[in-house]
C-alpha cells in the first residue's frame, strides 16, 4: 500500500478536483456523444488516404511489383524501409508497456493504452510490405512451416527472413493479447455507465463480462506482470531480427556487427517520437491536459534525446570502424554512404535523429507542447531516412561498377507509403474515439500517490504530528498507508 | 472467501468510496468472523489479497509450463523437419545447427506461453464475450469499492450483524442485492 509519493515527485494527474468518478467522466467522454469536429476532419483526411493506398496496393498485385521503382540492382527499397520504420515505431508501445511496468513507472499509465494501439496499428501497417513484395499476395502462406503435398518441401529454418516471419507474427499476437486483456476492465466501466440497450450490449460483449473481483484482479495483475516479462525480451528480439535481416548478409554496409542494438535503440527512438505526435494530437482533441501532462511530455523527451543519442554514437561507430578496418570496399561503402549521391539522404538523417533531438536537454524546450511535437515529427523523418540510407546507399553501388544504378521512387512507392499513414491514422482515429484511450482502471490505481489532489494533502505538514499517535491503533505496517489514512478518516 | 458449490442469489452490499477503506473494512469484518463472499474495485487494490485471505494465483506457474511447451513443440519440429525430413545442403552446413534455431524456438516460446496464459486467464476469470455478468453495483466500475455477503441461508439476526458490522467499518451505502436467476440479464 505504497500511497505515499515524495511531494518533489510531480502530479502524474492534474486538476483541482480530480477524483475517480471524474477520471471515469473525463476519459470515457470521448466515446459518447458526437465526435468533435477536429476528429471527423481528421478521420475524413485519414481514411481518404488510406482508401488511395488500398488503390495501390490492389494496382501493384493487378500490374505486378514492376510498378515499383525497384532495378535489378536496388531489389530492395521503400517496401522494406517501410516495413523497418513501422516495425521499429511499434516498439514504443511495448516498450511503454512492457519495459516500464516492469520498472514500475508511473506515467507509464497515462500513455500505455493509446500507445499498444499504436503498436498493433504500426504492426498491420508493416505487414503489408513483406506480403504484398511476394506479388502473388494469395500464396503468402507458403512462408509458414505446414505438412503440404509438395513432396517434404519446407521453409528454411536458417533463413533470418523465416525468423522474421516467426518474430513479427509471435509479436502481433503478444502485442494483441496484452492490450486486450488490459481494455477488458475499461470497458466494463463504459458498460456501466452506458444510456442505451445497444451500447450496453456492445461494450458488454467488448468486455468478455468483466466485474472487478478481488480474484479476477489478482490473475489481472498476475497476467500482466509475466506478459509484460515476456514482452521485454520479445521486443528486443523483434527488432534484432529485422536487424539480421541485412547484418547476416554479405553485402557491404549491412554486414555489422553493431545492427542488433543500433536497429533497436533506433526503433525506440521512432516509436517514442511517433506515440509523441499522437498523444499531442488526442490530448488535443479529446481535451485530456490533466491526464497526459507536461511532465509525461518531459519523460518521453527524455527517452527521445537518450535513444537518439545511441543512434548518432552508433552512426559514428559505423565510420570509425569502416576506416580503422582498413578494408578498402568497407570504406568505400561508408564513404559513399555520406557523400556519395544519397549525400542528401545522409544530411536529413543526420540532421533529424542526431542533431535536432539534442536541443531537448534544455529543460524548457523538453517541456514546451510545440518543440515536442515538431521534434518528434523530424524524429519521423530523420528514422525513416535512416533505413532508407542504409538499404538503397549500400545496394545501389554494387560489385559490379557496370550494374551501378540510381534509385527513384514511382508514385506507387509514394502511394502505398502515404497509404500505409493513411490506414494507421484511420485505425488509431476509431480506436481513440470508441476505446478508452486512457487506461482507466490503471490511472486510477495511481491516483492515491500521483494525483495532484492526493499530493496536496500529503505535503501538508500538520500531517506529521498525526503520523505517530495514529500508527499505533492503525495497524497497517506501512507509514505511508497510516499517514494517508488520516485524510480519509477526516470525512 | 469461499466458493460457493451452490449459487447464492441474495447478497448483503457494503460500499466504501476508498481503497484504504475497503482494506480496513475487510481487517475488521474478518476479526468478527463474518465471511465476506466477494471484494469488488474499478482497480487493483495494493496488498487486498493477504487481507481478504486470497491464496496466490499460480497463473504464472501455468504460464512457465505452456512457455516450455513452446520451447519443446520448436526444437522438435524443426529437428524433425531440418534433420530428417528435409535435409538441405546450405554451402555445406551441418543440417541441424542449434545457434540459428535459437530465434524461432525464443518466439515459439513466447507465443505459447502468451496464448496459454490468456486463455487459461479467460477461464479461470470465466469471461467470454457475450457473457453476462451479476453486477452488484454499477459503479463499483466507476468509483465505489463493494464487499459483497450470501445471504441466501443466514438467519435474519446474522444479517442484522453483518449489517451493524458493516456500519462500524463506515460503509457509504449498505443494500440488499436479489438476483432472480443466474441469467439475470444487464440491468
Known sequence: MSTYESPIREALIKGEDTNYSKITDDIVRNTEGTPPMAWMIAFALASATALFGVFCLFYTVWKGIGVWGLNKTVDWAWDITNFVWWIGIGHAGTLISAVLLLFRQKWRTGINRAAEAMTIFAVVCAGLFPVFHMGRVWMAFFIFPYPNTRGPLWVNFNSPLLWDVFAISTYFTVSLLFWYSGLMPDFATIRDRAKTARRKMIYNILSFGWVGTAKQWQRFESLSLVLAGLSTPLVLSVHTIVSFDFATSVVPGWHTTIFPPYFVAGAIFSGFAMVQTLMLITRKIFNLQNYITTAHLESMNKVIVLTGSIVGVAYITELVIAWYSGYLYEQYAFYNRALGPYKWAYISMMTCNVISPQVFWFKKIRRSVFYSFLLSIFVNIGMWFERFVIIVTSLHRDFLPSSWNYFTPTWVDAGLYVGTIGIFFTLFLLFARTFPVIAIAEVKSIFSSSAETAKSKMSDPQDFSDVHSHSHDGGHGAHAAVHHDKNFNEQ | ?187
Open chain 2, 1 to 187: 472467501m469461499s466458493v460457493a458449490a451452490v449459487e447464492n442469489n441474495k447478497f448483503i452490499v457494503g460500499l466504501y468510496d476508498h481503497e484504504e477503506k475497503l482494506l480496513k473494512a475487510i481487517k475488521h469484518i474478518r476479526s468478527k468472523g463474518i465471511e465476506i463472499h466477494d471484494a469488488l474495485s474499478p482497480f487493483p487494490v495494493h496488498g487486498i489479497d493477504p487481507i481478504l485471505g486470497l491464496k496466490d494465483t499460480r497463473l504464472h506457474t501455468a504460464g512457465f509450463f505452456f512457455g516450455l511447451t513452446g520451447t519443446t513443440t520448436a526444437l522438435s519440429v524443426i529437428t524433425f523437419i531440418s534433420k530428417f525430413n528435409y535435409p538441405i545442403i546450405i554451402g555445406g552446413k551441418p543440417f541441424w545447427s542449434l545457434p540459428a534455431y535459437i530465434p524461432v524456438t525464443f518466439e515459439l516460446t513466447v507465443l505459447f506461453a502468451s496464448v496459454g496464459m490468456v486463455t487459461t486467464y479467460l477461464i479461470r476469470n470465466k469471461l467470454w464475450p457475450g457473457r453476462v455478468p451479476r453486477i452488484f453495483d454499477k459503479r463499483t466500475t466507476d468509483n465505489l469499492f463493494a464487499l459483497t455477503f450470501a445471504i441466501d441461508d443466514k438467519s435474519s439476526a446474522d444479517i442484522d450483524k453483518i449489517k451493524s458490522v458493516l456500519g462500524e467499518t463506515g460503509a457509504l451505502e449498505i443494500n440488499t442485492k436479489e438476483f432472480k436467476d443466474s441469467d439475470e440479464p444487464l440491468n
